[in-house]
């Protein structure tokens, strides 16, 4: 029989809400979820307040201290079991908090977030430990020594490779600044771009990787891909973890060119196509849960990733939802 759970997902407008852990939870092989869902858009206005079993509107004009109280009192009304988001404001905040529901002693350090948010200090921080990242054009005079002929401009705070602009050599405009406080340049890097979803346990030590090469996307949200087993993905994502300590639901991106990885980003949070890497997989939720809520054993590495369906492909669809009015 499941075992009977209270869930809130906050902002969940968002596609790693509706995309994917609704439906992981939905199709949850131990939990029978009773599902509660927030958000500031109004009921209706996405998919996600229409699939979940209540909806609360959150009001915009909230301060962060009267948002904080109103996911405490949503927890009380609803005996919320746990809250699950892949919103990072959200992740920090509710560490913050020190939520019981929100699991806040195995959310990624403060530190991690800030680190990874700003690209130009996470490649900085990730060159030193010998990972190969895109190389960043600092001034003119690295620009003229460059043998590349095509750059991307990018925002320093972005997630999800959005606000990237790619440009040639000679499009190159006047009085061109490539680094600034809010935007850096690096040398493009053409090749295959892979998202590798990550599961670790409460000490940070990976339980399944699980690399999927983008075959179509928008906006930075990957609706077609391949689930690849990539040994030189994984190798570095093992030397990424053992560096950097995220338990729980993480994602970390590349680039391949010439069989070799460059590092583009690593979001301390759940992708909003992880659902991929799940239907290929092992639940990650189901995992998620019992190891983070009820102390179970997740188990080990070799036995997870050696149960992969590999070389599956994943296409995303969409599914109208309507509110009669």
Same mark, same amino acid.
Do not use: H
């Given at each position: 029989m499941k075992k009977k759970l209270n869930v809130l997902i906050s902002n969940v407008s968002y596609q790693a809400a509706t995309g994917s852990f609704l439906k992981m939870l939905r199709n949850s092989q131990y939990y029978d979820c009773y599902v509660v869902g927030c958000d500031f858009l109004p009921e209706g206005f996405s998919s996600g307040s229409m699939l979940v079993d209540k909806f609360y509107q959150l009001s915009n004009q909230l301060s962060e201290c009267e948002y904080s109280d109103y996911i405490f009192e949503i927890c009380e009304n609803e005996h919320i079991d746990i809250i699950l988001s892949a919103e990072e404001k959200d992740l920090i905040m509710f560490k913050k908090m020190q939520l019981e529901q929100s699991l806040h002693t195995y959310i990624a350090e403060e530190s991690i977030f800030n680190l990874f948010k700003d690209k130009h200090l996470a490649n900085l921080d990730v060159t030193e430990k010998s990972i190969l990242t895109p190389t960043t054009i600092i001034? #003119?005079?690295?620009?003229?020594?460059?043998?590349?002929n095509k750059f991307i401009r990018r925002k320093r705070v972005s997630c999800c490779s959005r606000g990237i602009k790619i440009f040639d050599r000679v499009d190159l405009p006047t009085n061109y600044k490539f680094f600034t406080e809010e935007y850096i340049t690096q040398e493009f890097v053409?090749? #295959?771009?892979?998202?590798?979803?990550?599961? @670790?346990? *409460?000490?940070?030590?990976?339980?399944?990787?699980?690399?999927?090469?983008?075959?179509?996307? *928008?906006?930075?949200?990957?609706? *077609? @891909? +391949?689930?690849?087993?990539?040994?030189? +993905?994984?190798? +570095? @994502? #093992? #030397?990424?973890?053992?560096?950097?300590k995220i338990p729980g639901i993480s994602n970390i991106q590349f680039i391949v060119k010439d069989n070799q990885p460059y590092f583009i980003e690593l979001n301390p949070r759940a992708a909003a196509t992880i659902i991929a890497s799940s239907l290929a997989s092992v639940n990650f939720l189901d995992l998620y849960i019992s190891h983070f809520l009820f102390g179970e054993k997740i188990p080990d590495y070799d036995t997870l990733i050696n149960n992969v369906k590999w070389n599956s492909v994943v296409s995303r669809y969409y599914q109208e939802t309507i509110m009669y009015r």
């Open positions: 001034s #003119k005079t690295d620009f003229d020594n460059s043998t590349e053409s090749g #295959k771009i892979y998202t590798v979803d990550v599961l @670790c346990d *409460k000490l940070g030590n990976p339980k399944i990787m699980v690399p999927r090469e983008s075959l179509a996307s *928008k906006d930075g949200t990957t609706f *077609k @891909c +391949i689930i690849k087993r990539e040994e030189n +993905i994984l190798n +570095i @994502c #093992k #030397k990424f973890y053992s560096q950097y």
